[in-house]
């Protein structure tokens, strides 16, 4: 904390810039200082750097509370460590974030995303081509069209300018090496203008290539001038004068640079409308030119919105990128309970704070510590129990990757959060993350064993355990007795790997995942999870999924996985339903796609009573 002794850079709107930690903490309170950080309260207009920032705040927030006692308590608290360490925010010129509200990139983020996007060798090449090199060629065939209608017309010195164009243009333009084949038409046209330049006959062979080569060009774009051949330059003329992507990347940068690198945007759209004809004049874009979608795409992930909002716009397109949210979406769901929204707002920007002491900050340890500060104790009063709101936290993310993402479910990572939640939520529960077995004695890990009793528990009897040919009998027994071994054995048994360990061996480790039904049968029988949507339409989503054009085999694989799970939770005549609509979308799927799902579709039939 040595970084906040002394003094401090000035702060806009802050009248006690410049002051030290013990001056700053005594500045604030005074009555205007207190003035200013219900100020602060109110407009959000704050930066929490670290936790510790938020502290003064508390103490404004409890005495505008009423709750003068507590106020000073803390205050008193406080005290001793003053002169060393900053208990004020920062200003900032934009509020914190809404507590509920996320992004997948921040500014700074998408930023850097955007400088990496220099020119792409082959458009710029491509580009020369366009503006270089076929208007050369056009020439270069004009004058052969000359020699032969007119030759009387057409003088040894144009043919040497046209040469002397050829060699500075291929000085100052590199990119494009077509020129240089000497089997081109091109080169052919070239070759012969230099012998007639030099004053030497061109050989039978020569000039038969020559008139093949004038011959194939006006064949193929016809002649220069023509209504044809005009047609296809002034096309081509367009599509060179489109400003190159790494050009329209600085555009979208430059409408970035003045925002605050640390925190998403509320309106990413503004930041990717047209080329401006105030940004024409200064970039030399063509005004009105649309940004391209990829930079449409980065500039959009620094959207910050309610995740509800972002699945709607599609910016969380997987369940991995769900799992790249979540550490975002921890504080400011952790935040929800408090009593109003400025209490809320200030525990969202105070557990979302980074901090080099905090690597994993969404654990369960950084929340301890957190929870354990005297200023969060102070408000303590004013919010939920953090284990209630852990517990609502991880049945929201369980519920929201299941419902969005009903063919994939969550992933390894997705996985990992959600443990964590489950031990801030003090539930008697694992969840079960790759690595599935230890990778020295290939012995499953305890967690498997935990997802394997959920899943026998909760699925025996079922569709599930038919389609897969499992015997759930067994497979508690062997959870009963702790048999972790056998529990590895029994996977690449199934997977006819025998002596292989899930830990590696991937047909292991999706036997694995097919005895446990990782982790939805553990998130539903021990979290409590009941998507709003219904197991049924999770069910034909998982379907829709699995005969996507284009899915992988293991895609495919886990797709039809999460569709017997979903399908298992239905009564039995959700099943029936789900089935019929599962056949009649099959009948209409592309022959490539049918023939993906008809072998496992004829085993669940057989599954389904």
Same mark, same amino acid.
């Given at each position: 904390?040595?970084?906040?002794?002394?003094?401090?850079?000035?702060?806009?709107?802050?009248?006690?810039?410049?002051?030290?930690?013990?001056?700053?903490?005594?500045?604030?309170?005074?009555?205007?200082?207190?003035?200013?950080?219900?100020?602060?309260?109110?407009?959000?207009?704050?930066?929490?750097?670290?936790?510790?920032?938020?502290?003064?705040?508390?103490?404004?927030?409890?005495?505008?509370?009423?709750?003068?006692?507590?106020?000073?308590?803390?205050?008193?608290?406080?005290?001793?460590?003053?002169?060393?360490?900053?208990?004020?925010?920062?200003?900032?010129?934009?509020?914190?974030?809404?507590?509920?509200?996320?992004?997948?990139?921040?500014?700074?983020?998408?930023?850097?995303?955007?400088?990496?996007?220099?020119?792409?060798?082959? *458009?710029?090449?491509?580009?020369?081509?366009?503006?270089?090199?076929?208007?050369?060629?056009?020439?270069?065939? !004009?004058?052969?069209?000359? *020699?032969?209608?007119?030759?009387?017309?057409?003088?040894?010195?144009?043919?040497?300018?046209?040469?002397?164009?050829?060699?500075?243009?291929?000085?100052?333009?590199?990119?494009?090496? !077509?020129?240089?084949?000497?089997?081109?038409?091109?080169?052919?046209?070239?070759?012969?203008?230099?012998?007639?330049?030099?004053?030497?006959?061109?050989?039978?062979?020569?000039? !038969?290539?020559?008139?093949?080569?004038?011959?194939?060009? *006006?064949?193929?774009?016809?002649?220069?001038?023509?209504?044809?051949?005009?047609?296809?330059?002034?096309?081509?003329?367009?599509?060179?004068?489109?400003?190159?992507?790494?050009?329209?990347?600085?555009?979208?940068?430059?409408?970035?640079?003045?925002?605050?690198?640390?925190?998403?945007?509320?309106?990413?759209?503004?930041?990717?409308?047209?080329?401006?004809?105030?940004?024409?004049?200064?970039?030399?874009?063509?005004? !009105?030119?649309?940004?391209?979608?990829?930079?449409?795409?980065?500039?959009?992930?620094?959207?910050?919105?309610?995740?509800?909002?972002?699945?709607?716009?599609?910016?969380?397109?997987?369940?991995?990128?769900?799992?790249?949210?979540?550490?975002?979406?921890?504080?400011?769901?952790?935040?929800?309970?408090?009593?109003?929204?400025?209490?809320?707002?200030?525990?969202?920007?105070?557990?979302?704070?980074?901090?080099?002491?905090?690597?994993?900050?969404?654990?369960?340890?950084?929340?301890?510590?957190?929870?354990?500060?005297?200023?969060?104790?102070?408000?303590?009063?004013?919010?939920?129990?953090?284990?209630?709101?852990?517990?609502?936290?991880?049945?929201?993310?369980?519920?929201?990757? *299941?419902?969005?993402?009903?063919?994939?479910?969550?992933?390894?990572?997705?996985?990992?959060?959600?443990?964590?939640?489950?031990?801030?939520?003090?539930?008697?529960?694992?969840?079960?993350?790759?690595?599935?077995?230890?990778?020295?004695?290939?012995?499953?890990?305890?967690?498997?064993?935990?997802?394997?009793?959920?899943?026998?528990?909760?699925?025996?009897?079922?569709?599930?355990?038919?389609?897969?040919?499992?015997?759930?009998?067994?497979?508690?027994?062997?959870?009963?007795?702790?048999?972790?071994?056998?529990?590895?054995?029994?996977?690449?048994?199934?997977?006819?790997?025998?002596?292989?360990?899930?830990?590696?061996?991937?047909?292991?480790?999706?036997?694995?995942?097919?005895?446990?039904?990782?982790?939805?049968?553990?998130?539903?029988?021990?979290?409590?999870?009941?998507?709003?949507?219904?197991?049924?339409?999770?069910?034909?989503?998982?379907?829709s999924a699995a005969a996507r054009r284009g899915a992988t085999d293991r895609g495919v694989a886990t797709a039809w996985r999460q569709l017997v799970f979903h399908l298992s939770l239905c009564a039995a005549d959700e099943q029936a339903r789900v089935l019929a609509w599962i056949d009649d979308r099959a009948a209409r799927l592309p022959a490539r796609a049918a023939e993906r799902v008809a072998g496992p579709l004829a085993r669940l039939r057989l599954a389904v009573p």
């Amino acid at each position: 904390m040595n970084e906040n002794n002394g003094q401090h850079p000035p702060a806009v709107g802050l009248p006690s810039a410049g002051l030290s930690s013990a001056e700053l903490f005594a500045h604030f309170l005074t009555d205007d200082g207190l003035a200013r950080l219900e100020s602060l309260l109110d407009s959000g207009r704050y930066e929490i750097r670290a936790p510790e920032h938020a502290a003064l705040l508390c103490v404004a927030w409890l005495r505008r509370a009423g709750a003068g006692d507590a106020a000073a308590a803390l205050v008193e608290e406080l005290r001793p460590f003053a002169s060393e360490v900053r208990f004020a925010p920062y200003p900032a010129e934009r509020p914190v974030p809404a507590p509920d509200a996320v992004h997948r990139l921040t500014v700074g983020e998408a930023a850097a995303a955007l400088a990496r996007r220099g020119p792409r060798p082959a *458009v710029e090449a491509q580009r020369e081509a366009l503006t270089v090199w076929r208007p050369f060629e056009d020439a270069l065939l !004009g004058h052969w069209l000359r *020699v032969e209608t007119d030759p009387a017309s057409v003088t040894r010195e144009e043919g040497a300018a046209l040469l002397v164009r050829y060699r500075e243009l291929a000085a100052a333009h590199t990119r494009c090496t !077509g020129h240089l084949n000497p089997k081109s038409n091109a080169a052919v046209l070239r070759l012969g203008l230099e012998e007639t330049v030099a004053g030497r006959d061109l050989s039978p062979g020569l000039a !038969g290539r020559v008139r093949h080569a004038v011959a194939s060009m *006006v064949a193929k774009r016809g002649r220069p001038g023509s209504a044809r051949h005009t047609r296809l330059r002034r096309e081509q003329a367009r599509q060179a004068a489109l400003p190159a992507h790494h050009e329209l990347a600085a555009l979208a940068l430059h409408r970035l640079a003045p925002l605050d690198v640390s925190r998403g945007t509320t309106d990413a759209e503004a930041l990717t409308g047209p080329v401006t004809a105030e940004e024409a004049k200064h970039t030399g874009l063509p005004a !009105g030119t649309a940004v391209p979608a990829s930079i449409r795409a980065t500039v959009a992930a620094t959207s910050s919105a309610p995740l509800e909002t972002l699945l709607e716009r599609g910016t969380v397109p997987s369940a991995e990128v769900l799992a790249e949210l979540a550490a975002r979406l921890i504080p400011g769901h952790t935040a929800r309970g408090y009593a109003d929204e400025s209490l809320r707002r200030l525990m969202a920007a105070l557990f979302g704070a980074p901090s080099h002491r905090y690597p994993l900050w969404w654990s369960r340890e950084h929340h301890a510590r957190i929870n354990g500060s005297p200023w969060v104790r102070a408000v303590a009063p004013w919010g939920d129990d953090p284990v209630e709101q852990a517990r609502w936290t991880l049945r929201m993310l369980a519920e929201v990757c *299941v419902r969005a993402f009903p063919g994939s479910g969550p992933s390894n990572l997705l996985v990992r959060v959600l443990a964590e939640l489950v031990r801030q939520a003090e539930l008697p529960v694992r969840l079960a993350a790759e690595p599935f077995a230890d990778a020295y004695s290939g012995m499953a890990t305890p967690e498997l064993l935990s997802a394997a009793q959920a899943a026998a528990e909760l699925l025996h009897g079922t569709v599930y355990e038919r389609y897969h040919g499992i015997d759930y009998a067994a497979v508690r027994e062997l959870v009963v007795a702790g048999d972790r071994h056998g529990f590895s054995r029994l996977c690449a048994a199934r997977a006819g790997q025998p002596g292989l360990s899930p830990a590696t061996d991937p047909a292991v480790m999706e036997q694995a995942r097919v005895l446990t039904a990782s982790p939805l049968a553990t998130l539903v029988r021990d979290v409590g999870i009941s998507p709003r949507a219904g197991w049924d339409d999770l069910a034909r989503g998982a379907f829709s999924a699995a005969a996507r054009r284009g899915a992988t085999d293991r895609g495919v694989a886990t797709a039809w996985r999460q569709l017997v799970f979903h399908l298992s939770l239905c009564a039995a005549d959700e099943q029936a339903r789900v089935l019929a609509w599962i056949d009649d979308r099959a009948a209409r799927l592309p022959a490539r796609a049918a023939e993906r799902v008809a072998g496992p579709l004829a085993r669940l039939r057989l599954a389904v009573p």
